[in-house]
């Protein structure tokens, strides 16, 4: 893949689930509005949905300084006006530098930040969101206490072996604290 600039990071997995992460969101997204994405990475999914989804005005976040360069590199390829200049935040940041949002959405976050990410995340989000604002996850789940497939068994033992406080999230607890 021809990169835009020197900065912009190129994660394959992003190529991988898009489509199928836009399908769900073509369903589940109102027609306008603003749409935070928390953990944007290396920016490519924002860039790909600002594309797909031209009324909706995307603010992309992350806290590596790494990532934020890598955002901006695509937001300046894209060249859309309804694709936003990246904000550094955390998913555990107690108090979100947005006022309102349509919706957020976050893509392979939760099972690699610690629980209280979570936590936060959804407190924040009762914050910006209406009732009718929506909060999508993507990434590993298990459902009940057991995983879904038996890679996200040994993906969860080497998430937990670089830090304990991550690992595979079970959805019935994730959605408890929804």
């Not at 894209?78 to 947005?98: C, E, F, K, M, Y």
Request: glycine share 6%.
């Amino acid at each position: 893949m021809d990169l835009p600039s020197e900065k912009a990071r190129h994660f394959p997995a992003t190529e991988r689930n898009r489509d199928a992460i836009a399908d769900v969101l073509s369903r589940i997204l109102p027609a306008a509005g603003t749409v935070l994405e928390i953990g944007s990475g290396s920016g490519e999914h924002v860039f790909y949905f600002s594309k797909i989804f031209p009324a909706l005005t995307w603010q992309p976040s992350d806290p590596d300084p790494l990532n934020l360069q890598s955002i901006q590199a695509w937001g300046n390829l894209a060249g859309r006006t309804n694709l936003q200049s990246p904000l550094s935040i955390n998913a555990s940041d107690v108090h979100l530098p947005i006022e309102s949002a349509v919706a957020i959405i976050c893509v392979n976050v939760i099972h690699i930040s610690p629980w209280d990410s979570c936590l936060s995340l959804f407190e924040e989000a009762s914050a910006i969101l209406s009732e009718e604002g929506v909060v999508y996850l993507y990434g590993p789940f298990a459902i009940g206490g057991k995983h879904t497939a038996h890679s996200n068994v040994a993906f969860d033992e080497s998430l937990k072996a670089q830090n304990p406080s991550w690992g595979v999230r079970d959805l019935d607890h994730v959605s408890a604290t929804a």
